[in-house]
């Protein structure tokens, strides 16, 4: 059937399109600017004010090669690959066990974990008590003290018992009468049948593990060789503590005088393309995921 194209709906397109065209371009602006900063000769970045639509002056990677020559950056994206892998693989894997488990009619416990999960949602224990576990647990300066903590969700859970819940039975029933056990049905029969939830919780992962830092602020104090990329951004964006990047103390006061903008914003650069990159790739999932995980009927 072909809706007809009526004036109010035509004047309705035209708006809306008009409204998400502009909201998109008040989006890209600020990623425009930082990159063409990123760029920009450094004499005349010092000066400038307002957007920046085009690089000032001669175009130059020199701010990229010092944020890439330098170890603090390097250690920093390893640090974040390691806890975003894990994050994502575990995390993930985690989240697909409890899921299935609350998920399960026979199981007597469902609905009481259910309530439980579902009541973390809504209270938890605050920082200084979550500071007080980790302490105890021995692992305060430790890459335990990120990974733990992150690795379930109570969101993430609900909306993977909420597709598991919508795919029909007789699934289940089918592999059972084949000899199939608990394992084998959750991991061969139905999580590839919910592949755009799956995605799209492994996607929630990586942004957000991407862009954490404040639990690194307060659990790795000491050892700044365990700092993630964004920890090290925010010393440099928020504390102004671009010398972090330098090894000489005459480059130092070079940057400082004359590229620390520069070097600000090719850190912003490097640590969101990334996730710039690999968005795109998984946002075709987004809607059938969450539509999938988050709609029960």
Partial sequence: MIEKMTKSRAVFCAVNYALMTLFGVLCLIPLWHVLMASVSDPRLLMASSGIIAWPLGTPTLEGYRIVLS??????GYGNTLIYVAVNAVAGTLLTAIAGYLVSRKNFRLAKPLTAFIMFTMIFNGGLIPTYM??????????????ILPAL???YYIIVMKSAFEQLPAAYEESAKLDGAGPARILFQILLPLIKPT??????????????????ASIYLPRVRDKWPLQLIMRSLLIQNDVSKLLTSSSEANHVVNMTGNLVKYCVTVVGTLPILVAYPFAQR??????????VKG
């Fill in 198 to 215: 799956v995605v799209v919780i492994i996607m929630f992962s990586v942004i957000g593990q991407w862009n954490s830092w404040y639990p």
């Fill in 70 to 75: 330098n170890s603090a950056v390097i250690e």
């Fill in 152 to 154: 379930m969700n109570a």
């Fill in 285 to 294: 999932y987004f809607v059938t995921g969450i539509t999938l995980g988050g």
């Fill in 133 to 146: 576990v980790i302490r105890s647990l021995g692992i305060i300066n430790t890459r335990l003290a990120i």
